[in-house]
């Protein structure tokens, strides 16, 4: 629907679609522009009041003869700002209204301007909590968009790199910006997956990036491994893009979707690369192991308790020091639950008290659970092992899919022991083998295919490349 040239149609229709005089926090400023009557719509809180206020005072000043025919000629000549927009639809209008920008309407024009001068609310971007570095960069993603692209552009300073703004959700209208490097990216799997975005129909992304995430790869669901990898680092992203990877920003969101992600690529971090080849390829490989072991050290134990029979007898000593009076399995799946009561209690404790509460909960799951005869000792060892294992990658969705991978072995091994041990390793390779990234590549490259120099790489740092 176009735009009538009367001022007073323009503002009794947009009255009432906005609901202004419910709405407090929509403004409807009148003013006067070169003798002519004008209103600006804006929303409180998005508006830079300073940028308003400068360009109202211009306007007020002009004089009856000097406006130009038409809304296009004005904006060229008396609107002293970067960002100005012509509008002519009123879903378009309401749209970017609500977005932040202010709207402008003239008595004798037949469109509206549009004058992007919006702030966020928005917080520092200090390092994220949980991909932190022992030695680099200290900035870490906001919630705020354009933020988030600036800190990518600050460290990427190269016209190849493009951003293309993108939107989903018929209510919420989120914005989506993808970003990559032209030249170095997957121009097929680029357009594949601005495709599947357009063709999002869901109401709102409430989640955010999970959210689209689930959108936009919405099958095998039942396989908990990753199939993509979140960071809150831009040095992170910033490097993903120079090696021809896709980022995925979500406005209201503080982690970058990077795509497409192998295992390897989610077992990554930034440490492995600010430190000496040496160094990182230690780091790197302490992290892998690190993981295999939470994986099977818990379910290798249990077969190793049920077949006593077959240990060598320099491993005896790991043999249960008492009889325990509630089954191993029992045992190490309560306290599989209980950790991660702790961990939510955790998160929801004030920060004051969370000391008080892990030295509570250290004493009574450690001293006394083992003295009342709940829990034996050793199972209690090999549980904090796993769970400090856990902590040893900053991907939280490769731990949850190896401690579900991990309690699957374990009711294998309980039930059908040797058996059911190699079963549950056989589907936890499965599950990964089989697992498929959202371009279709292999979730194991270059594994499979198989591929020696980019193999050595993953487990190998090697040096940066350079000229």
Known sequence: ??????????????????????????????????????????????????????????????????????????????????????????EDVILQLLTGISCIFIDGYDHCLTLDCRTY?????????????????????????????????????????????????ESSHTDIAVCYMKGRVDEQMLENIKKRIESIHVDALTMNQESLAECLYPHKWYNPFPKFKFSERPDTAAASILEGNIIILVDNSPAAMILPSSVFDIIEEADDYYFPPVTGTYLRLSRMTISFLALVLTPTWLLLMQNPQ???????????????????????????FAIDGLRLAAINTPNMLTTPLSVIAGIVLGEYSVKSGWFSSETMLYMAFVTIANYSQASFELGYALKFMRMLILVLTALFN?????????????????????????????LIPFHWSELKKRFLRGRLPHK
Request: proline share 6%; aromatic share 10%.
């Open 121 to 169: 609310p928005a917080r520092g971007v200090s390092e994220p909590e949980k991909d932190k570095v022992m030695r680099g960069s200290r900035d870490g993603f906001v919630e705020t968009l354009i933020f988030n692209t600036a800190l990518i552009r600050r460290r990427i300073r190269d016209p190849k790199l493009t951003m293309e703004i993108l939107t989903a959700g």
């Open 310 to 336: 077959i240990l060598p007898p320099w491993l005896e000593f790991i043999l249960l020091s008492e009889q325990p009076h509630v089954p191993l399995i029992i045992q190490l799946f309560v306290l599989e």
């Open 1 to 90: 629907m176009s735009f009538s040239t009367r001022l007073d149609e323009n503002m009794t229709r947009f009255n009432e679609l906005l609901d202004v005089n419910a709405n407090f926090d929509v403004v409807c400023r009148t003013t006067t522009v070169g003798g002519r009557n004008a209103c600006i719509y804006f929303v409180d809180g998005f508006t830079k009041d300073e940028v308003l206020l400068k360009i109202m005072q211009i306007w007020e000043s002009m004089k009856p003869e000097a406006m130009p025919e038409n809304a296009r000629d004005f904006s060229k000549q008396y609107v002293p700002y970067g960002e100005v927009g012509l509008a002519d639809k009123e």
């Open 418 to 446: 040797g058996w059911g041990y190699a079963a549950g390793l056989v589907i936890s390779v499965c599950a990964i083998v089989f697992n498929k990234t959202i371009a279709g590549k292999s979730y194991i490259y270059p």
